[in-house]
Each structure stands twice: as structure tokens, then as C-alpha cells.
């Protein structure tokens, strides 16, 4: 049985920074590609940044220069450094096992964190 588990939201400040972890098993973790999505209230789910087996990641133009994804594959674990955060970054962050790299198709959905920036 695969299960993505999220960790690291919170509350924080515009400006600050948060790291976001998503621990995966049940899967051969290196061998797929992963991603973070995230949901506003009153918004569609979408695409943050993905990350391919092999280190390749991609990145929303929302996101782009202040979002980090990386992945330790010897710890089945995907990560997301986000810095600089902004009001609009606030969702509910979703990890995500991709059927390849640079598709929407999701294998499997972690539950999500929140993630809440605001003074």
C-alpha cells in the first residue's frame, strides 16, 4: 500500500520560509517521478513543481525563484523549500507520485499540509 505523508506547514510570516517534507512508501521511490501541488481556497488544485527519478525539476512560473524541490532518494522523501513566501502562497500543499515526468497524470495523493502565510 503506498502512502505519502506531508509535514512542515504551518503559519508563517510573508517573507518567511518553510520546508516541506513528504516521506513515501510502498514504492520503489527512485524510480518515479514526484511533485507538489497545492489548492487555494476557492481554487483548482495546481502543479507547484515536479521532480523527475534523475533530479530534472521543473518549476510554475508562481513559484520560480523562490521555491526549491529536491528529493533523497535513500530516504524515500521529497522536499520542498519554499522562501519568500507571499500572502497567495497560502494552500493546502499536496505530495504527489506522477505516472511520468511532465505529465498531470498522479499515481497517488498525499493528504496535504497547510500551508498559512500572513502577518
Known amino acids: 500500500q503506498v502512502q505519502l505523508v506531508e509535514s512542515g506547514g504551518g503559519l508563517v510570516q510573508p517573507g518567511g520560509s518553510l520546508r516541506l517534507s513528504c516521506a513515501a512508501s510502498g514504492l520503489t521511490f527512485g524510480a518515479y517521478s514526484m511533485g507538489w501541488y497545492r489548492q487555494a481556497p476557492g481554487k483548482e488544485r495546481e502543479l507547484v513543481a515536479p521532480i523527475s527519478s534523475g533530479g530534472t525539476t521543473y518549476y510554475a512560473d508562481f513559484v520560480k525563484g523562490r521555491f526549491i524541490i529536491s528529493r533523497d532518494n535513500a530516504k524515500n522523501t521529497v522536499y520542498l523549500q519554499m522562501n519568500n513566501l507571499k500572502p497567495e502562497d497560502t494552500a493546502v500543499y499536496y505530495c504527489?507520485?506522477?505516472?511520468?515526468?511532465?505529465?498531470?497524470?498522479?499515481?497517488?495523493w498525499g493528504k496535504g499540509t497547510l500551508v498559512t502565510v500572513s502577518s
Open positions: 504527489a507520485t506522477l505516472k511520468w515526468y511532465g505529465s498531470n497524470d498522479v499515481l497517488y
